[in-house]
């Protein structure tokens, strides 16, 4: 099976019959040029190009904020921004942290996140060869290192990268660790701020890109440096669109207002963050009034996106400044008065200085946690707590009783999928995890 399909396909026009018509309407027929057909010139040259582009754009919303779920909507569920309402028994995996490498649903995310990296790459790659000056050159290969990111991020080590070069056949690729995947999105981020020029928008995406990147490897002062180059006003976004395609909507807000799938979660599992007992407006909610898909959970709208065609910001300039105070705070420096400035900003009163290491390591990560609500980032902060920090799983990660049965697993990543096994460089490792290491 191939877990990754070129980006375009050439249709075919196959003529239907033309019974019961005259010669001549027949011949009308036939000479009708349908808008919806591909055909080997329309991907061709710099007009190619940009439908590698578009393409790229789509697949990247879909395995990012849209489709069935996204990074964005089962990071979350993983961490402690939301829990079930619904009833699948794959989503309740997820919810649980005990997840099975034969999930489909979770199959399903894989795929998407694969076709985005390898989407990127290709579109990046066709428009230096036509358009060698454009700016979306930049993009792709920002889109591409957050695609990798995520891959470190959200997933154990030993994820496979297997590639799909334009025009070619499927290359299976052997089993990435994290800190080579780490270095993979890094590289996407130089090869975009290489690309982007004089345009500023696309410097700032490849640059929060890189301090993101440089955070997950420890590196504060390289995160802090790459930082420095972002406004505090700036943001990007993944754009979402109303009345699209499933893979073009909200996903954030279709599975939780329209679908009732999922809930606005609070101190779940113990150690999880306060997002509806203690009011915030970076995490705006409200009591649905009515219950879940389930019909037993009580259904709690997040209102930070408001429709199905609500943008998810993918980087931004607050997240600059949460990277410096980080920076600041494992330097020893004064690292407050940037979290107090951003608070100020948005009408926040201040807050004090815990006054030791626990304290402070929590309110960076509690300020994040609102900051960057469902944004994709909470499972990764909460994999950095436990890698860089010291702490065990259990004193960060939703624990003890689930609410809907037993108890908490232990997995605090995503499994790479059972049908792994069918790639082809991995052919010596039946019956064995595919996971390089669970807990890396």
Request: proline share 5%.
């Given at each position: 099976m191939k877990h990754f399909e070129k980006m375009v396909r050439t249709a075919l026009l196959i003529p239907g019959a033309a019974w019961g018509l005259s010669a001549c309407d027949t011949n009308e027929l036939l000479s009708v040029v349908d808008p919806d057909i591909v055909t080997p010139a329309d991907v061709a040259g710099a007009k190619g190009a940009e439908l590698y582009w578009a393409g790229a754009i789509g697949l990247f919303a879909e395995a990012y904020s849209s489709g069935g779920g996204g990074q964005v909507v089962y990071s979350g569920m993983l961490a402690d921004e939301?829990?079930?309402?619904?009833?699948?028994?794959?989503?309740?995996e997820v919810d649980r942290r005990e997840m099975d490498v034969r999930n489909v649903t979770l199959l399903g995310e894989y795929r998407d996140l694969h076709?985005?990296?390898?989407?990127?790459?290709?579109?990046?790659e066709r428009l230096a060869e036509f358009l060698p000056n454009d700016p979306r050159i930049a993009e792709m290969w920002s889109l591409n290192g957050y695609a990798n990111l995520f891959f470190a991020q959200d997933y154990?080590?030993?994820?496979?990268?297997?590639?799909?070069?334009?025009?070619?056949?499927?290359?299976?690729?052997?089993?990435?660790?994290t800190s080579e995947i780490l270095a993979a999105a890094a590289a996407s981020f130089d090869a975009a701020a290489t690309a982007a020029g004089d345009d500023?928008?696309?410097?700032?995406?490849?640059?929060?890109?890189?301090a993101r990147t440089r955070l997950h490897q420890g590196d504060y002062a390289g995160a802090a440096s790459a930082a420095a180059l972002v406004p505090s006003e700036w943001a990007y976004y993944v754009r979402s669109k109303e009345g699209g395609t499933s893979g073009q909507r909200n996903s954030v807000f279709e599975l939780n207002q329209r679908q009732r799938r999922w809930s606005l979660s609070d101190m779940e599992g113990e150690n999880?963050?306060?997002?509806?007992?203690?009011?915030?407006?970076?995490?705006?909610?409200?009591?649905?009034?009515?219950?879940g898909f389930d019909?037993?959970?009580?259904?709690?709208?997040?209102l930070k996106y408001d429709s199905e065609e609500s943008d998810v910001v993918l980087g931004s300039g607050v997240e600059a400044q949460l990277i410096m105070a980080e920076a600041e705070l494992s330097a020893g420096e004064a690292w407050l008065a940037r979290l107090n400035g951003l608070r100020a900003g948005a009408g926040l009163p201040e807050v004090a200085d815990p006054g030791d290491r626990d304290g402070r390591v929590r309110m960076l990560f509690e300020e994040r946690a609102r900051w960057l609500f469902g944004t994709g980032q909470r499972l990764g902060d909460l994999r950095r707590l436990v890698r860089q920090y010291g702490y065990d799983q259990s004193m960060v990660f939703p624990t003890g009783t689930f609410a809907k049965g037993g108890t908490y697993g232990t997995d605090v990543n995503f499994p790479i999928p059972f049908e792994e096994h069918e790639n082809q460089a991995l052919s010596g490792l039946e019956g064995q995890p595919l996971c390089l290491d669970r807990n890396a």
């Open positions: 939301f829990h079930l309402s619904g009833t699948f028994p794959t989503r309740n076709r985005a990296r390898v989407g990127t790459r290709n579109a990046a154990c080590s030993g994820v496979p990268f297997s590639e799909t070069p334009n025009d070619g056949e499927i290359v299976f690729g052997e089993r990435q660790t500023a928008n696309q410097r700032h995406l490849a640059a929060i890109g890189l999880g963050i306060a997002f509806r007992s203690e009011t915030d407006l970076r995490v705006p909610w409200e009591d649905s009034g009515v219950l019909e037993e959970t009580t259904l709690y709208h997040q």
